[in-house]
């Protein structure tokens, strides 16, 4: 079963950036359509952004124009890089295959915290 690593996270002011990593165990990130999830305290995992095995991105409105997620095929890791970042973006946020797909075993995620 693959496994993923999230990193990156941390507190950061509003306005700040961040960049998010997700590196998996085995082979897989341009074999599949891969998504970034983000968890708020109280609330679902919701959907943040996809890249499709095409290299074509999509984003949830409420990143759209601030957010852009990558990946290395080499490294077989994804990447989230954040810009603008607003209060409500904190959450726990995390990485697996999109949802069209079973997904994988969940990681650990990594923490964002924006605030002042």
């Known amino acids: 079963q693959v496994q993923f690593v999230e990193s990156g996270g941390g507190l950061v002011q509003p306005g700040g950036s961040l960049t998010l990593s997700c590196a998996a165990s085995?082979?897989?990130?341009?074999?599949?359509?891969m998504a970034w999830y983000r968890q708020a305290p109280g609330r679902q995992r919701d959907l943040v952004a996809r890249?499709?095995?095409?290299?074509?991105?999509n984003y949830a409105d409420f990143v759209k124009g601030r957010f852009t997620i990558s990946r290395d095929n080499a490294k077989n890791t994804l990447y989230l890089r954040m810009t603008s970042l607003k209060p409500e973006d904190t959450a726990v946020y995390y990485c697996?295959?999109?949802?069209?797909?079973?997904?994988?075993?969940w990681g650990q995620g990594t923490q964002v915290t924006v605030s002042s």
């Open positions: 085995e082979s897989i990130v341009s074999h599949y359509h």
């Open positions: 697996n295959r999109d949802l069209t797909y079973p997904p994988f075993n």
């Open positions: 890249i499709f095995q095409s290299g074509s991105t």
